[in-house]
């Protein structure tokens, strides 16, 4: 529903309404979807005894040829095989590495589109016509109008609508609410078309509201707010995207602020998270400070943004490129790093590796120096840092003797391997295995298609004639996502399928994805 | 999957089409408006009159490939009977384009890394495209494969004429009982207008005939957002679909499905090779027609005609031309 009107700015705040559950569209306990129009019918083979997809969590199979379908599973269960005008998302709330549930919008048999939401339990949480993006914190549901959900940014379909799905109550939002990022700390930060006729900025504000109270806690005009992701999954945080524009030359000038609702704090000039946890931001302009989410303590302050941060190193960015800082001080540093949980890797501008971990610090030469600098390209050659894990540094580059690029992977006691001649054109992380870090390598196959095989940090194939490979959807260590010859799904190791099915889903397969 | 994002609209508008051209995709032998390569006639290398597969390229010499979605499983074949590697790998590294868009990389967009394709019939107006393009392609039925209707097996109504088949995409029969069927509307659903099935369907069941409007619905796109596009068969207990034979027979196998026969005639490999099911289409390798003899795709185009290629054909499950 779109509002055309000019609302007020003052919100038009309502005690909680509180609603049958019913009037919530199906609040309650339910069992999942019916089955999609077309049966489900996997094609398992090999299972092992103990399937390590069996542990509850809900992962989503992307559909191989269309912008629609795909397979829905809970561990190794599927869940739901949805048909190409179908779209699956999985939910994920504040803080949580797995999903907290799915949504699915489909067509009625008698026309028209639905919106259902469910939990990871597979309970039905809410259905209403129409298309909506959901958003999950805590037991609170927001619903976004459209299908490009809370992060579309300012001049969005008004009609957001938050519901609390534990008490069966909805809020009333205010009319002009395009956006609703849901919190598990009894607020909800709203984005407000408030003045459409104004455009798309000037006519938006932000308001942080406390759902107890219904009191506007916080307020910024010519602004929207967005999710806010940290190193490594969605934070609690929402940032608040603002522009100011300097009296004196009417020059515009972007921020983002970081709202916690956990403390209710505002972190004004927010740059990154610059860890688990950690972010940087400019309590006044010049000045860089990380402190710990919730805190205001610094941490460390800098004359430059810091993109990495842990207490024996921190990478600054400043005009002139990334400085790593550690105890002995200043270096210059490549454009490129590659952190993993508790590790980290630098790659300095003389060459020289430095491989953090739990254990320490590894300083290793690479002899790179000629193809580093703070732009990542040094003359004809480059050099970036694509990951570290296990001790193991993976890094692309390029020289005379191979000007299109080669992959080389390091550990603390020196170069491991190097792709240059393997026929390999790039290596990925993609999961730990018994041994250590395993790698997609990609290849040229037959007639101009793409093959992958998985190797070790040696480049040896443990798996070979791959398609589609991947680490997937946050799956277990030593699984894949993958396609082999007609079969995709989910591989282990020893190349057994833990989850398969046809790589033909659909008698549309041929009439393709809709790409506008 | 390979995909080229250039849509059709937007190449037709680009080039200022209407003009008619020289149809591709006749059935019977080599069809070129170049000059011929040789067809039939087998590569040095290869063992002509061999059922047995003799590699003669190594996978770096095999061509660039594209085609149908139908073709999919004959491309792996071929790659893997021509070059030796492993059947499975092949399968792997297979992408295609789909029908419409395949023969759009070859003779319209001037895709390079294409030489070959397999594919099925091009729709009227790609053929327009490559006619105005200028781009000469030589190409060659190399098997056969059929339209086949699909209803939810529950549906009683086993066998329909092409009388009873016209009429209910023209919208003239729309209840199954008027057709010995339950009292139930019937749902007729069509395909995308770039899928080779539907350029089938209009070529071999609709002709010049009356055809109504498809039904549509809405589908995710990839930005997010929803559009309004042809609705997918969905097996519902009133519905009809169609597809080709080899897709739904050997790819798709979805249980729940019942073909329909039509004029009484079952859609299987041996009435389809028998001509005796009525909606019967050859499907092609293409090369384009300046493919210097002894290239990679020209040994590959005629070894499809040898011994050793028909039984290449046979070997994936198609029916040979």
């Known amino acids: 529903m779109l509002i055309r009107t000019k609302a007020a700015r003052a919100l038009a705040w309502l005690a909680l309404a509180a609603l049958a559950a019913g009037a919530l569209g199906g609040c309650g306990a339910a069992s999942g979807p019916a089955a999609s129009g077309m049966a489900v019918q996997p094609d398992q083979t090999a299972r092992p005894a103990a399937n390590p997809l069996d542990d509850g969590r809900l992962r989503y199979l992307y559909p191989a040829h269309s912008s629609g379908g795909g397979t829905l599973l809970r561990g190794a269960e599927v869940l739901y095989k949805a048909a190409p005008s179908e779209r699956i998302t999985l939910l994920y709330a504040p803080d949580e590495a ?18 259902e939401v469910y939990d990871a339990g597979g309970a039905l949480l809410w259905r209403g016509e129409g298309e909506w993006q959901a958003a999950l914190a805590g037991t609170m549901l927001a619903l976004t109008p459209g299908g490009f959900g809370v992060d579309y940014g300012p001049g969005g379909a008004t009609g957001c609508r938050l519901i609390d799905t534990a008490a069966g109550r909805e809020y009333a939002l205010p009319a002009e609410a395009s956006g609703c990022i849901p919190t598990a700390y009894g607020q909800a930060v709203l984005t407000l078309n408030s003045d459409p006729e104004a455009g798309a900025l000037e006519g938006s504000s932000v308001a942080v509201l406390d759902l107890a109270t219904g009191e506007e806690v916080y307020r910024v005009d010519a602004a929207y707010a967005y999710r806010a992701y940290g190193s490594e999954r969605l934070s609690r945080c929402a940032a608040i995207q603002r522009c100011e524009t300097d009296p004196a030359t009417g020059e515009q000038n972007w921020f983002v602020d970081l709202y916690d609702p956990a403390t209710r704090t505002v972190y004004s000039r927010f740059e990154t998270f610059c860890g688990a946890d950690l972010i940087c931001y400019q309590p006044e302009p010049g000045r860089y400070e990380v402190c710990r989410l919730g805190e205001t303590g610094a941490l460390a302050s800098y004359d430059g943004r810091c993109v990495y941060w ?10 002139d490129g990334y400085h790593l800082v550690t105890p002995e001080g200043e270096q210059p540093s490549a454009s490129t790093y590659a952190v993993n949980g508790e590790e980290a890797a ?5 060459g020289t590796l430095l491989l953090y971990g739990p254990g320490g610090r590894s300083a290793v030469e690479t002899g790179l120096a000629g193809s580093i600098s703070q732009t990542g390209f040094a003359g004809d050659y480059w050099t970036t840092l694509n990951s570290v894990a296990d001790g193991y540094a993976l890094l692309y580059t390029s020289d005379a003797a191979c000007p299109d690029g080669h992959c080389q992977i390091y550990s603390a006691a020196g170069l491991v391997y190097d792709s240059a001649g393997s026929g390999y054109e790039s290596l990925s992380y993609l999961t730990m295995g018994p041994d250590g870090p395993l790698y997609a390598a990609s290849r040229q196959g037959v007639g101009g298609g793409w093959l992958a095989d998985v190797v070790d940090s040696r480049g040896a194939p443990l798996l070979t004639g791959l398609a589609e490979l991947s680490a997937g959807d946050e799956l277990p260590e030593g699984v894949l996502a993958a396609r082999r010859g007609f079969t995709r799904g989910y591989l282990d190791l020893a190349g057994n399928w833990l989850y398969s099915e046809s790589a033909f889903a659909s008698l549309a397969d041929e009439d393709g994805a809709y790409y506008w | 999957m390979r995909k080229t994002y250039l849509s059709r609209r937007s190449f037709l508008a680009a080039l200022g089409l209407g003009a008619a051209a020289a149809l591709l995709g006749g059935c019977g032998g080599s069809n070129s408006t170049g000059s011929s390569g040789g067809a039939g006639s087998a590569p040095a290398s290869s063992l002509a009159g061999a059922a047995e597969a003799a590699p003669f390229l190594s996978p770096e010499e095999f061509p660039g490939v594209d085609g149908s979605t139908a073709c999919i499983p004959l491309i792996a074949q071929v790659m893997a009977d021509t070059t030796g590697v492993d059947l499975t ?37 790609v053929k327009e495209e490559i006619a105005a393009a200028g781009v000469e392609l030589e190409q060659k039925p190399v098997g056969r494969d059929a339209l086949v209707f699909i209803v939810n097996e529950a549906n009683p109504v086993q066998s329909l004429t092409l009388a009873q088949l016209r009429d209910i995409y023209a919208g003239r029969a729309a209840n199954w009982k008027e057709l010995g069927g339950a009292d139930a509307p019937i749902v007729a659903f069509q395909r995308g207008e770039d899928s080779g099935s539907q350029t089938l369907f ?4 609709i002709g010049d005939g009356e055809l109504m409007e498809a039904p549509t619905e809405l589908a995710p796109a990839s930005m997010g957002g929803l559009v309004d596009g042809v609705a997918a068969y969905n097996n519902s207990a009133n519905a009809i679909g169609f597809s080709v034979y080899y897709y739904v027979d050997q790819m798709y196998s979805q249980p729940g499905l019942r073909l329909l026969a039509v004029e009484g005639v079952e859609p299987t490999n041996d009435t389809i090779a028998a001509g005796e099911y009525p909606l019967c289409n050859e499907f092609y390798a293409v090369i384009r027609a300046n493919a210097a003899p002894g290239s990679p795709e020209r040994q590959v185009y005629d070894w499809l005609s040898t011994e050793a290629g028909r039984a290449c054909i046979e070997k994936a499950g198609y029916v040979p031309a």
């Open chain 1, 98 to 115: 797995a999903p907290a549930g799915w949504q699915l919008g489909k067509n009625e048999a008698e026309g028209g589109r639905v919106t």
């Open chain 1, 310 to 319: 842990r207490a024996d190193a921190a990478l600054i960015g400043r005009d």
């Open chain 1, 346 to 350: 630098f790659l300095l501008a003389d």
């Open chain 2, 89 to 125: 790998e092949a399968q792997s590294s297979v992408a295609v384009s789909t029908t419409a868009y395949a023969w759009e990389n070859m003779g319209v967009y001037g895709s390079t890394d294409i030489g070959l394709l397999l594919v099925y019939e091009a729709p009227d107006y």
């Open chain 2, 202 to 205: 209009k070529k071999l069941l």
